[in-house]
């Protein structure tokens, strides 16, 4: 079970940055994947889900219309497109395998979680 994300780093306000995440195949085949983050003092939070087959995914309210989650099952990879960041966005961002093939944003069930990467906004 691998998870490793990568993409982060520093970017000013309103800047962008792509955020992927390679994924082993047993980890990634037939579940869904997600993006969590958890910013410094905080409890770590919900970003974006996309289930297995790519057709559903959901954003928490802070990244809509401004996040975008995508995946390529033949590469075994999910990423997350951000635009128009923010400092509030700054956190350290972690990618997720759920034990479900249907996009889910509860943290316990995903049970394998990637290393993080650092993103920080600067204003």
């Known amino acids: 079970v691998q998870l490793q994300a990568c993409g982060g780093g520093l970017v000013q306000a309103g800047g962008s940055l792509r955020l992927s995440c390679a994924a082993s195949k047993r980890t990634s085949s037939n579940n869904a994947l997600g993006w969590f983050r958890q910013a410094p003092g905080k409890e770590r939070e919900f970003v974006a889900t996309?289930?297995?087959?790519?057709?559903?995914?959901s954003y928490a309210d802070f990244a809509k219309g401004r996040f975008t989650i995508s995946r390529d099952n033949a590469k075994n990879s999910v990423y997350l497109q951000m635009d128009n960041l923010r400092p509030e966005d700054t956190a350290v961002y972690y990618c997720a395998g759920s034990r479900y093939s249907t996009a889910t944003s509860r943290p316990e069930y995903y049970p394998y979680w990637g290393q993080g990467t650092q993103v920080t906004v600067s204003s």
């Open positions: 996309i289930g297995w087959r790519g057709g559903d995914a």
